[in-house]
């Protein structure tokens, strides 16, 4: 079956600019996690979702992130006025909630200019 | 804090040369421990997951293991193909958020 999809899978944006990211979990997945990883590091918890609502939101930087998942389904990962510092790769993961096992997804490449 | 360290950073193997990579935690409690495999530009591939102390899972050319202190992933008779960095990471309790290491990054050659 199809595995987690993210969009897009690369966006360049300048400093200042608000952007969003979008994933898809695999169909039935309650869990949903977003991760942000930087080159040489592993990845970093930002958000989870267990169905339409945060379970927990901790790993949020500030204020700036917001994520959200109104129909307990696709995710959008939102960022505020773009830091250089923001760039890295954000990783979005799915879990049936059955096993623990998180699925990943390819991950969009986020680069501030 | 919850930790997770992994040694080491880097491992060049010659095809056919076996070897280990090291895991070792520090938690508050441990739901389980999991291997992924992560190659460049693509995200973490699932590998295996670990419950309790003494528990061993296998896969093709890879076995994992799992004491109260720390995880190895062994790799027998590498191939070329199994170049990639591999993580490792431990979950505290039920549905919580993953807690990376670095990885380690393997090159293999022919």
């Known amino acids: 079956g199809a595995g987690v999809s993210q969009t897009p899978s690369n966006k360049v944006t300048e400093k200042g600019k608000y952007v969003e990211l979008r994933c898809d979990p695999i169909?039935?997945?309650?869990?949903l996690y977003w991760y942000r990883q930087s080159l040489g590091q592993g990845p970093e918890f930002l958000i989870y979702?267990?169905?339409?609502?945060?379970?927990?939101d901790s790993g949020l930087p500030n204020d700036r992130f917001f994520a959200v998942r109104p129909e307990g389904s696709v995710s959008t990962l939102k960022i505020q006025r773009t830091e250089r510092g923001d760039s890295a790769v954000y990783l979005c993961?799915?879990?049936?909630?059955?096993?623990?096992?998180?699925?990943f997804g390819p991950g969009t490449r986020l680069t501030v200019l | 804090e919850d930790q997770v360290t992994q040694s080491p950073e880097a491992l060049r193997l010659q095809e056919g040369e076996s070897s280990s990579l090291n895991c070792s935690y520090t938690?508050?409690?441990?739901?389980?421990l999991f291997w992924y495999r992560q190659d460049p530009g693509k995200g973490p591939e699932f590998l295996f997951t670990?419950?309790?102390a003494g528990e061993e899972k296998e896969k093709e050319r890879l076995k994992a293991t799992l004491t109260k202190k720390e995880s190895f992933l062994h790799i027998t008779a590498p191939k070329p193909e199994d170049s990639a960095t591999y993580l490792c990471?431990?979950?505290?309790?039920?549905?919580?958020?993953?807690?990376f290491g670095k990885g380690t990054t393997l090159s293999v050659s022919s």
């Open positions: 993961a799915s879990s049936s909630g059955v096993t623990d096992t998180q699925y």
């Open positions: 990471a431990v979950q505290v309790s039920a549905g919580t958020a993953l807690i």
């Open positions: 979702f267990q169905g339409t609502g945060a379970a927990d």
């Open positions: 938690v508050s409690g441990l739901r389980g």
């Open positions: 169909s039935g997945h309650t869990a």
């Open positions: 670990l419950y309790s």
